[in-house]
C-alpha cells in the first residue's frame, strides 16, 4: 500500500522560508518522480515543481522560480521544497505527489493516477 505524507507547513511572516518535506512508502522510492502542488482557497490546483528520479531534472513554476527549490535524498524516501522570499500569494494547502509512470520522469501532465498526500497548510502573512 503506497503511502505519501506531507510534514513542515505553517504560519510565517512575508519574506520568511519554510522547507516541506513528503515522506513516500509502500513502493521503490527512487523509481518515481516526484511533485509539489498547491491549491488557495476558491482556486485551481497548480503545480509548483517537479523533480525525476535521480534528482538531476527538476521544474519550478514561474510564480516560484527562484524563491523555491525542490530536491529529494533518495536514501531517506524523502522529498523537500525548499521555500524561500515567501509572499502572502504563497498562502496554499501543499500536496505531495508520486508520478506512477516507472519512467521516472516529469510528466507534462500530472496522471490522473498518481498517488497524492493529504496536504500541508502553508500561510504567509503580511
Known amino acids: 500500500q503506497v503511502q505519501v505524507v506531507e510534514s513542515g507547513g505553517g504560519l510565517v511572516q512575508a519574506g520568511g522560508s519554510l522547507r516541506l518535506s513528503c515522506t513516500a512508502s509502500?513502493?521503490?522510492?527512487?523509481?518515481?518522480?516526484m511533485g509539489w502542488f498547491r491549491q488557495a482557497p476558491g482556486k485551481e490546483r497548480e503545480g509548483v515543481s517537479c523533480?525525476?528520479?535521480?534528482?538531476?531534472?527538476?521544474y519550478h513554476a514561474n510564480s516560484v522560480k527562484g524563491r523555491f527549490t525542490i530536491s529529494r535524498d533518495n536514501a531517506k524516501n524523502t522529498l523537500y521544497l525548499q521555500m524561500n522570499s515567501l509572499k502572502p500569494e504563497d498562502t496554499a494547502m501543499y500536496y505531495c505527489?508520486?508520478?506512477?509512470?516507472?519512467?521516472?520522469?516529469?510528466?507534462?501532465?500530472?496522471?490522473?493516477?498518481?498517488?497524492w498526500g493529504q496536504g500541508t497548510q502553508v500561510y504567509v502573512g503580511s
Open positions: 509502500g513502493l521503490t522510492f527512487d523509481d518515481y518522480a
Open positions: 505527489a508520486l508520478n506512477p509512470s516507472d519512467d521516472g520522469s516529469c510528466p507534462d501532465v500530472w496522471p490522473s493516477d498518481g498517488y
Open positions: 523533480i525525476n528520479w535521480s534528482g538531476a531534472y527538476t
